[in-house]
């Protein structure tokens, strides 16, 4: 069974920086990219950011580029998503997601994905 976890959401200043781990099971590593999609109240899912763990490739969403680096440590399954200088926009329920590169590439709403973890709460004050 896929399984993902996210943790490292929490309660930050404008400016801040936050964390966020999503710790992979039940697949694979290498077999899957691993995005990050966040959810503000009353808006569309967006996907954020993902990594490719097989080439180690990434993709950025334009306005996270320079302060958001994604990473992936094979080792402990585990994909990280590290958030400098954040902003306020930027408050939303965080999830990561389990696809074929391909999918991660094309569905920038997630609706072609299909394993998601229960997602971690980023609230960002001005």
């Known amino acids: 069974e896929v399984q993902l976890v996210e943790s490292g959401g929490d309660l930050v200043q404008a400016g801040g920086s936050l964390r966020l781990s999503c710790v992979a099971s039940?697949?694979?590593?290498?077999?899957?990219?691993i995005g990050w999609f966040r959810q503000a109240l009353g808006q569309e899912r967006q996907e954020i950011s993902y990594?490719?763990?097989?080439?180690?490739?990434?993709y950025y969403v334009s306005f996270v580029k320079g302060r958001f680096t994604i990473s992936s440590d094979s080792a402990k399954n585990t994909v990280y998503l590290q958030m400098n200088n954040l902003k306020p926009e930027a408050t939303a329920k965080y999830y990561c997601?389990?696809?074929?590169?391909?999918?991660?590439?094309?569905?920038?709403?997630?609706?072609?994905?299909?394993?998601w973890g229960q997602g971690t709460q980023v609230t960002v004050s001005s």
């Open positions: 039940g697949f694979t590593f290498d077999d899957y990219a």
């Open positions: 990594i490719s763990s097989s080439d180690g490739s990434t």
């Open positions: 997601a389990a696809a074929p590169p391909e999918t991660l590439a094309t569905s920038l709403d997630g609706q072609s994905v299909n394993h």
